[in-house]
Nanobody, 124 residues
Framework: QVQLVESGGGLVQAGGSLRLSCAASGRTFSRGAMGWFRQAPGKEREFVAAVRWSGGSTYYADSVKGRFTISRDNAKNMVYLQMNSLKPEDTAVYYC?????????????????WGQGTQVTVSS
């Protein structure tokens, strides 16, 4: 089993920044891809960003490209999401996810483990 715990969410004004962290414990897969997803009220969970196990390959949703940066530190079993230039439409619960496979994928059903989520609220 893998446990994922997100932190770093909160309330921020539009244009501000937040940095989300995800701590992985248990049977960690240092060669597995990691991702961030989000879910706004009344909407389906959507892909935000993902990083390959090596950290050398990343992928972003068009809505966050150029504003968000995903990174990972395998030695510390941590994944991060730096969010800049935040917009009210970024408001959602953000989830960290891990998969056994190393490929970067965007589908929620391709991820094997999920955190409980952290709330991000962007005020206008």
């Amino acid at each position: 089993q893998v446990q994922l715990v997100e932190s770093g969410g909160g309330l921020v004004q539009a244009g501000g920044s937040l940095r989300l962290s995800c701590a992985a414990s248990g049977r960690t897969f240092s060669r597995g891809a990691m991702g961030w997803f989000r879910q706004a009220p009344g909407k389906e969970r959507e892909f935000v960003a993902a990083v390959r196990w090596s950290g050398g390959s990343t992928y972003y949703a068009d809505s966050v490209k150029g504003r968000f940066t995903i990174s990972r530190d395998n030695a510390k079993n941590m994944v991060y999401l730096q969010m800049n230039s935040l917009k009210p439409e970024d408001t959602a619960v953000y989830y960290c996810a891990a998969r056994v496979g190393s490929e970067v994928v965007v589908l929620t059903n391709r991820y094997d483990y999920w955190g409980q989520g952290t709330q991000v609220t962007v005020s206008s």
